[in-house]
C-alpha cells in the first residue's frame, strides 16, 4: 500500500517480490522466516568454532571475547572523540543527536568517514565472520556509531532491523548480519544491547504504514516499525532476554531480524559501540517496499556498493 502516490517509485514486483510485508495495512502478527540463519560457506575456512555456528543459528547472536586489543580499542575511542568534535562532522548530516539534546546519539557511515573505522569495516576478523555466515562476498549495507552519552543516552525500543532495511530500504530478503565491537564497557547498567534470543526465527508483521522521511525521527525514537505488544510478548516469553554485557574490544555478532533494543543511560559511563552491517552482495536493495523514496546513502549504501573480498579461503 503506496501511503503517498505522487512518490510512487517505478516498480518490478515481479523481480521485487515483497517476500516481508509490512506497514501495509496487515494487522500485526508474527509470520515465519523463510531465509536460513546462515548460509553453506563460499569455500572458506570456518573463522568460529562450530558451537558459536551453532549458536549464531539457533539463538540468533554470540558474543567474540578480546577480539580487539587495548590499544586498537585505545584507537577507536580517539577516533570517537576526534569524530564527535569535527565540525564537518557535525554539519555532514550524518549524525543524529539524542532526543531533546545535542548530544551525539549516531554517527552515520563511518566506514567511509573515518580512516580508522574504514579500516575495521573490512577487517578480516569481521568480515571474514559475515562471509562465512552469509555465505557469500559482502558490502557494508550500513555503520554507525551510537555513542549512548553518560547520563543523557536514550533507549532505542525492541525492534527488528531487517524490517526496517525491508520496507525502508528495499533489503529483498534476510541475509545480512550486524557486528557491533563495543567500544567502552557495556555494564548491566549502562544501557547494553538487549536481545530476544531466537527470535530471528519469526517475523514480526508491523501495523501502520511509514512516514515520509520517517528515518529523522527513527533514528531519535522509533515509533514506526516496532512489533506490537502482543508478539514482543509471544517471543519474550519463548526466547527470554538476555543482555550483552561485555568488555571493550569485545564482538557481538546477530542476525539482521533478531529483535534487539537497549535501555536508556542514566549511569555517568557511556556505553558507545560501533555498527557495521554486513550484507550479502546478492541481497542489494532493490526500491523499497513502501513505495517511498529510498532514504539517503550515509544509512542505506545503494549506490556505492563495494564488495569485501574475504582472504579466508580454502585453496581450491
Ligand atoms: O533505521 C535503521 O537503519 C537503524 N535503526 C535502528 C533502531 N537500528 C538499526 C539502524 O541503525
Ligand atoms: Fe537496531
Known amino acids: ?18 517476500c516481508y510485508p509490512s506497514r501495509n495495512g496487515q494487522k500485526a502478527q508474527l509470520v515465519d522466516r523463510l531465509d536460513p540463519v546462515t548460509y553453506p560457506p563460499k569455500a572458506q ?13 539457533t539463538q540468533g547472536f554470540i558474543v567474540l571475547e578480546d577480539v580487539f ?50 579500516q575495521v569495516a573490512v577487517d578480516q576478523r569481521l568480515a571474514s565472520v559475515a562471509s562465512y555466515l552469509l555465505g557469500d562476498d559482502v558490502y557494508i549495507h550500513q555503520s554507525r556509531v551510537n ?3 553518560g547520563l543523557s543516552g536514550k533507549e532505542f525500543y525492541w525492534h527488528s532491523d531487517f524490517e526496517t532495511w525491508h520496507v525502508e530500504d528495499g533489503m529483498p530478503r534476510m ?4 557486528i557491533s565491537i563495543s567500544l567502552t564497557e557495556n555494564f548491566h547498567h549502562n544501557g547494553p544491547l538487549m536481545f530476544v534470543p531466537g527470535s530471528h526465527l ?7 504504514s511509514t512516514p515520509k522521511n520517517h528515518f529523522l525521527s527513527s533514528l531519535k525514537a522509533q515509533e514506526y516499525g516496532i512489533p506490537s505488544n502482543d508478539c514482543l510478548q509471544t517471543l519474550i516469553e519463548k526466547g ?15 542476525d539482521c531480524n533478531l529483535i534487539h533494543g537497549s535501555n536508556s543511560n542514566i549511569t555517568p559511563h557511556a556505553r558507545s559501540n560501533a555498527f557495521f552491517v554486513y550484507n550479502s552482495v546478492n541481497n542489494k536493495v532493490v526500491s523499497p517496499f513502501s513505495g517511498l523514496l529510498p532514504r539517503p546513502e550515509h544509512i542505506c549504501s545503494r549506490n556505492k556498493i563495494n564488495p569485501i573480498i574475504s582472504t579466508a579461503k580454502v585453496s581450491t
Not at 500500500?1 to 515483497?18: G, N
Not at 576526534?82 to 554539519?91: F, G, T
Not at 519469526?202 to 501502520?208: I, S, T
Request: charge should be negative.
Open 1 to 18: 500500500m503506496l501511503s503517498d502516490s505522487s512518490e510512487q517509485l517505478d516498480f518490478t514486483p515481479e523481480i521485487d517480490m515483497d
Open 45 to 57: 575456512l570456518p573463522p568460529i568454532g562450530q558451537a558459536a555456528i551453532k549458536q549464531y543459528a
Open 69 to 118: 586489543t587495548a590499544e586498537e580499542v585505545g584507537n577507536f575511542q580517539a577516533e570517537l572523540l576526534r569524530l564527535e568534535e569535527d565540525e564537518s562532522i557535525r554539519s555532514s548530516g550524518e549524525i543524529i543527536t539524542e532526543p531533546g539534546s545535542d548530544e551525539i546519539r549516531s554517527i552515520f557511515r563511518v566506514h567511509e568517514s573515518s580512516p580508522v573505522f574504514k
Open 147 to 149: 555513542s549512548k552519552p
Open 175 to 178: 541475509r545480512a548480519l550486524s
Open 202 to 208: 519469526q517475523y514480526a508483521v508491523c501495523e501502520g
Open 240 to 254: 527470554d532476554i538476555v543482555s550483552i554485557v561485555s568488555k571493550p574490544g569485545s564482538v557481538t555478532v546477530f
